[in-house]
């Protein structure tokens, strides 16, 4: 119900726009254009976040288990019998339909808006209505957040459908997944900016020593001492990741100030430092295979994988 009264709230946030500022526009029709371009905006924005949230709920629908007394019970709530009349309604004309919207059409579309538009990713109008979706990536990479929805989903499917079947199994889809999706990640790097790669890939490997750490867990077979040390690596990874993330975001703080307030920008030298830093580095364009031996190294260039998000640092 929440995102569905998000966009309600939406249209009517922007009719009461039209209403007062209608009355003393000059030009209704390109008051009306940016109308349009504002809801559009903003219909991504809410379906970026909710998507995942809205794919868990749909997909729990269909996650049951037996309690022994000859019945299945929905896992999220054990007061719900699996698949009488009631459930079988909900599923087939809430749930289901949910996920093929949310989950196949939806981000099908994105993915169709885009591509038509793909020449034209830098106007004004399509940076305002989808900008949202692909700003801070490489150019030849538009889709790469449609390309991590999918990743999202199917973690999300591995976690509803393989819970009461095998845990060490769910366990080990899911690293296998996240696994896939830091090599790729390596290979392609499609953010622009070095420290965003550097973000990503970081949160992936957190993830992935996560998920083989809580392995161990689930055999069973560790002792105390064994599990101490493998919760303080856990709390140690993800304290490193939350650290290493608001550092990043402290980084793109002098870029902001200078861009909005550059006289107090002057007068704090000390952030002058961080004004070329490693946040604002821009990814190396890798060399394709027929073109790789064309290139000569210059020695004076440094190689790394670590830049800043542009999405922060617009």
Known sequence: MVPIAAFVFIVLWWMLVWIWKGRKAQDRSLLRFK???GIIASF???FFLFHPVILRYNFSMFSCRALGDGHTYLIRDTS???WNDSHSSWTMGVALPGIIVWGVAAPLFALYAMYHSRRELNSPEILAKYGFLYKGFREQYFYWELYIMVRKIVVIAIVIFLYQINRVIQALLCFGVIFVAYRFHELHEPYMTRALNSL???SLVVALVTIYCGLFFLTGDIDSTSKLVLFIVLIIGNLYFMLYWIITVLSTVPHHLKKSRPALYARLKFLHRFEKGPSYEQTPVKPSPQNKQKIVP??????GTT?????IAE
Not at 307 to 311: D, E, L, S
């Open 35 to 37: 109308i349009r371009v």
């Open 44 to 46: 991504v924005i809410v």
């Open 80 to 82: 719900v019998v699996c």
């Open 200 to 202: 990503e890939v970081r």
């Open 298 to 303: 210059d020695a004076s260039t440094t190689d």
């Open 307 to 311: 830049r800043a998000t542009a999405a």
